[in-house]
């Protein structure tokens, strides 16, 4: 199977921490089949994406698979993504040519919330973000998720702002 990055990029802590019959990993081309979509549609909105427009952003995100890492959890008895993540590395001139980890899309399986997949997931993407040199992990989320937040190492601080532009959302075409 073709992984997006270094599987050596998985925290070995959560890998043992699973239950038996999950597994989390770089996301790979066969998540399409395995329910990916479906899951990050319980999040927002995905749109209708074929296999081909799936595995044109998966070769883009490989190419630049020192900036983007997803990762998923599978559980692999029913072959299906339960949980799933994305931090991507911004370079920046601060902090003397600083890396800061940006965590997106966080996403459990409606059917698997409340079995501790979440802060898995979280405590996969900081791992990432820690072997890849960030010196901080940044995310966004909603006032009833601080304290799922907080549970995951983080501090609330400063607000979020958003500017969308609805003639580029292609999920609303």
Known sequence: MESLFSESLISP?????????????????????????????????????????????????KAHNHEYFTIVIEDTNKHLIVGAGTILVERKF?????LVGHIEDIVT?????????????IETLKYIGHKTGCYKIILDCSDKNIPFYVKCGFAQKEYEMAYYINENDKAKL
Do not use: C, I, W
């Open 13 to 61: 802590q959560v890998k043992s921490a699973l239950k038996p019959g999950f597994v989390v990993r770089p996301l790979a081309p066969t998540d399409y089949e395995k329910g990916f979509l479906e899951a990050l549609g319980m999040l927002t909105t995905v749109g209708k994406m074929s296999k081909q427009e799936f595995m044109d952003r998966y070769s883009y995100l």
């Open 94 to 98: 601060v902090h003397r040519n600083g």
């Open 109 to 121: 399986h409606s059917d698997y919330r409340g079995h501790n997949l979440g802060k898995l997931v």
